[in-house]
Structure formats: C-alpha cells, structure tokens
C-alpha cells in the first residue's frame, strides 16, 4: 500500500483560502500604498470576515454536532502556533482481506 502526504501541513484553519486572500491583500497594500488600497483593505477584511462567517453557518446547518467539535478545535483564521491537529479517525482500506472473498 502506498500512502501519500502533502508537502504542507493541512487542516490548520478552517478558512485557508480567505487567509490567503489577505494575505494577497496585504501584499497589494505594501506595494501600491494608495489611498483606494488603504480604504478598500479594512473593508474588504470585514466583507470576507462576514462572507466566512456566513459560510459556517450554512456549514454547521448541515453537518451539525460534526461540524461543532471540528470548529470547536480548529481555528477560523489564525493557525496555532506549535500545536498539532490531531489525526483524523482511521477509514477503511480500498483494498479486500483474502478472508473477505
């Protein structure tokens, strides 16, 4: 069997791509510190803040208890610096055991 793990720690925050969206924010504001850059960037946090939260709710609505204990030990936002996720529970193998067949 083989098993494969991304190059990258995964499942840090439960909102990686709006991290990254800030982060490109961020960029764009070091490099063209403009008045329209400078007013849009707070805006923009609170839109995606509100955008993410709204998300959770429609997650939560579906997944329920599941969701709760995911979002009850992983961070929205902002990773834990030094603490690690604990593993997710082990599934099942593709593969058959000789006995099975």
């Known amino acids: 069997m083989i098993t494969w793990r991304p190059p990258v720690r995964t499942g840090g925050v439960r909102h990686p791509q709006h991290d990254g ?7 764009f504001l070091l490099q063209w510190p403009t008045i329209p850059t400078l007013v849009m960037f ?13 998300e959770e709710r429609e997650v939560a609505a579906h997944f329920g208890q599941a969701w709760r204990d995911y979002a009850a030990r992983t961070p929205g936002f902002v990773p834990r610096l030094g603490h690690r996720s604990r593993p997710h529970a082990p599934t099942r193998r593709a593969h058959t055991s000789p006995r099975a067949r």
């Open 42 to 54: 707070p805006i923009l946090v609170l839109v995606y803040a509100r955008l993410a939260r709204a």
């Open 21 to 27: 969206f800030l982060l490109v924010m961020i960029g």
